[in-house]
């Protein structure tokens, strides 16, 4: 047991009381004592390079490149995207990828380059190899977009897991985005970022890192293009970051650097090139479609730590009915449960749990409960018992089941990363659909536990079966809480297959979207807290995971009446939009923080209940193209520095730019908008981009942007479905789409596509699918006809 152990125990005994404090302890010593046990001491290392080129063998999409040292195989797939892997390192097994590696494409072949290279020349990119083993990969046009130097690895003279490094450069104007949720982003300045899923222990701010979702997905955006990387390997890393500098060093630019540094595991990337949306589709069709919430999961959600009992659910929910406000689920957490342990239910503080729910449904409001992987380690409780005669925990090193501290003391853990386990821990939530939840949200999933906060809950040491191929805990980590994920999603879907599942984890990896989304987590209630959760959100959406939201007001303490609002004015437009209450800050419900809040919280509601057709067009758009709801303002156009160097708007969807202010005592702000005619929703002012405007930003309201030719699906007065259409330029066109779902199952509904221009003085919409006759079957609304007040 090291300090950094010995300190983070001991601030676990104040977390959690003094009657778990020596559990905590205990518990780190034998996390530690096992590593020491369980794994090979790192002695003596070797450094190796590739070297140089020997032998190639040409095969489908590219070939195998043998050098003195290495082997490279490298292919382009069938829908574009590039895959190399160093030492014979295969696309697969992968828990990234959905289904099974896409085949290659038979038109890219590999074929001599100069000085001694080869190339692979594919419709849409060309990845080159020197004969010492840098890979560029360039633009049909010959730009260079990304050239990854030589790799190195350390090997332990007495064997075992390899270290390795891979340094990379890019252009100089390039700039960086993504590797999960970064409370410093979206953009990625120069620094070293970890992946390593962790639960800081605290509220955090932007700076920290890392935090409870990594990943080694990069999003590049440059002049030449844009591209994104994705290093399959979930091993604990590093990638450092350098922005490059036009003009540096006698008239010459200095390159963007990346040096990613993995502690073992393969080394082995995808690389996808294109236009932004082009990027998100293929890496969808990679690592699977985001998964479709249900209607209801698009509306407004409502969380506390601490609700204590039915008594206090019915008097949360009285109040938002009592003034006005839209409420679409009630989050509950461990307090509900018998002693904290998961899968059970406290009788005497929730005596009819399946009645309230029951009540709540007929209210249009659904139940969501927390769960979370420790099973408390209690001979007699049923979760564990069953547990223990199935194999299921996590065994260290010597065979013994791996100990943790939770909340319900001594806890196990499930090994996610086995198929028959999933299946039985899938199988527990009949339980919860028995209680009447009808979604799941995922906790301290990565794993963690007041013994270890900032480090696993599991010694590196713990035996993994993954997938039947065994391993240890350092490649499992990272990938535990996605496991999780899939063993809820499928589980749920097993039990009400007529329903879509509604799964959120804290934690996850690579590929999470297939089983849900995710939340920002305990974001600090303070300015920096509202401006990193935002960060956290476009940072997701750019790494294929769409559907993910903060904690509006944040955690740790007591949001002040102008934060909470600005809060909840953002998360309005986010695609989860979760409020959550402290009963330790004294105050949570909006009602709460005094009449001014509240009227302006019940316009926001009613903006966001009216917007709920197009949050549902947004989510079904999302599954098809990979798309996320929030999108950066450079979205559309890339090659917009000033776009890419916003970080305070964003767009949602192709139709609105969402402007939140950030800053307290702010009632106005800049806004960059990008090419196009763009009008205030609130005055209906039109401005023409690209430019910079200075527009106001009341207590009451945020800037909101509609984009002219938009066509909008809102919920009009009558509950009904209606077309809001912002009138294009004169001369101009516009359009949208319109995805009507009123269900929670899976039938596929129609698309219903828009057309909008000018005819004469007037401007027609017609519909352009062939239904409806080319007219639109919907009430149609037209908006910003006013042409003189055109700002430019």
Request: net charge neutral; with cysteine.
């Amino acid at each position: 047991m090291d300090g950094r152990d010995l300190v983070r125990s001991v601030r676990a005994v104040g977390v959690v009381g003094a009657a778990q404090g020596m559990r905590t302890v205990r518990a780190a010593w034998r996390r530690r004592r096992a590593d020491a046990a369980g794994l090979p001491p790192r002695g003596a290392e070797r450094a190796r390079v590739p070297g140089a080129v020997r032998e190639v063998e040409p095969g489908p999409g590219g070939g195998v490149l043998r050098f003195d040292r290495s082997e490279l195989r490298i292919f382009v797939a069938v829908n574009g995207a590039v895959f190399w892997g160093w030492d014979g390192a295969a696309p697969e097994p992968s828990y990234a990828l959905a289904d099974r590696c896409p085949e290659p494409d038979p038109r890219a072949v590999l074929e001599p380059d100069k000085n001694g290279g080869w190339r692979v020349v594919a419709e849409r990119v060309t990845v080159g190899v020197s004969r010492h083993g840098e890979v560029q990969v360039c633009t049909p046009g010959g730009v260079c977009l990304r050239r990854d130097l030589p790799p190195r690895w350390w090997e332990p003279v007495g064997g075992g897991a390899a270290r390795w490094m891979q340094r990379s450069e890019v252009a100089a104007d390039a700039r960086f985005f993504g590797l999960g949720g970064r409370a410093s982003g979206p953009r990625l300045r120069n620094g070293t970022y970890r992946l390593w899923n962790t639960d800081p222990g605290r509220a955090f701010s932007p700076g920290d890192d890392p935090l409870y979702l990594t990943m080694p997905v990069q999003t590049v955006v440059a002049d030449a293009g844009t591209h994104l990387v994705f290093h399959d390997n979930s091993w604990d890393g590093t990638v450092t970051l350098r922005e490059g500098e036009e003009g540096a060093g006698s008239g010459h630019d200095r390159a963007g650097t990346s040096e990613l540094r993995m502690a073992g595991g393969p080394l082995r990337c995808w690389v996808v090139v294109g236009t932004p949306a082009r990027v998100l589709h293929v890496w969808a069709s990679l690592t699977g479609a985001p998964a479709l919430p249900p209607a209801w999961a698009l509306g407004h959600h409502h969380a506390r730590e601490d609700f204590g009992s039915e008594q206090e659910v019915r008097r949360v929910v009285s109040g938002y009915l009592e003034h006005d406000l839209p409420l679409d689920a009630v989050h509950l957490d461990t307090d509900h449960f018998d002693g904290h342990r998961v899968f059970t239910v406290d009788t005497d503080r929730f005596p009819k749990l399946p009645v309230l729910a029951e009540e709540l449904r007929r209210d249009g409001i659904r139940l969501v409960s927390v769960v979370g992987p420790a099973v408390g380690a209690a001979p007699g409780d049923a979760v564990y018992d069953s547990g223990t005669a199935g194999d299921v925990f996590v065994r260290d090193a010597s065979g013994r089941v791996v100990r943790g501290v939770v909340r319900p003391g001594e806890a196990v853990f499930p090994d996610f990363t086995d198929a028959r386990v999933r299946a039985w821990w899938g199988g527990l939530y009949a339980e919860r659909l028995a209680q009447g939840f009808s979604g799941v949200r995922h906790d301290m999933d990565e794993p963690t536990s007041f013994a270890a906060f900032g480090e696993p809950t599991l010694p590196r040491s713990a035996r993994h079966r993954l997938e039947g191929r065994g391993g240890d805990h350092r490649e499992a980590h990272n990938v535990y809480a996605l496991c999780m994920a899939r063993a809820g999603y499928e589980g749920l879907r097993e039990l009400a297959p007529g329903e879509r599942p509604f799964v959120f984890s804290r934690s996850g990896w690579a590929g999470v979207q297939r089983y849900g989304g995710t939340w920002s987590g305990g974001a600090a209630a303070g300015w920096p807290g509202l401006r990193a959760s935002l960060a956290l959100v476009l940072g997701l959406g750019l790494c294929g995971v769409p559907y993910s939201g903060p904690d509006v007001g944040g955690s740790g303490g007591d949001p002040s009446p102008e934060l909470y609002l600005r809060w909840f004015q953002l998360g309005a437009y986010l695609p989860l939009f979760r409020t959550h209450a402290s009963p330790r800050a004294g105050r949570g419900e909006p009602w709460e923080f005094g009449a001014e809040v509240l009227e302006h919280a019940r316009a926001a509601l009613a903006e966001r209940r009216r917007l709920l057709p197009y949050f549902v067009t947004l989510a079904h758009l999302a599954r098809r193209t990979g798309a996320p709801y929030v999108r950066p303002l450079w979205w559309s156009a890339p090659e917009d520095r000033a776009l890419r160097d916003c970080e305070d708007a964003f767009l949602l969807g192709d139709c609105l730019l969402v402007a939140p202010v950030l800053d307290p005592g702010a009632d106005r702000r800049a806004v960059p908008l990008p090419r196009g005619r763009w009008y205030d929703t609130a005055t209906g002012r039109a401005y023409e981009g690209p430019a910079r405007v200075i527009v106001d930003a009341p207590l009451g309201r945020i800037p909101v942007f509609a984009r002219a030719g938009a066509v909008l699906p809102v919920r009009g007065e009558d509950g009904g479905l209606e077309l809001e259409v912002w009138a294009p330029a004169r001369g101009r066109t516009g359009g949208g789409l319109v995805v009507r779902d009123a269900g929670d199952g899976w039938d596929e509904p129609e698309v219903e596509r828009y057309g909008v221009g000018w005819e004469g003085r007037r401007v027609v919409v017609e519909r352009e699918d062939g239904g409806g006759g080319g007219r639109p079957a919907r009430p149609v609304r037209v908006r910003g006809l006013r042409e003189d007040r055109v700002q430019t």
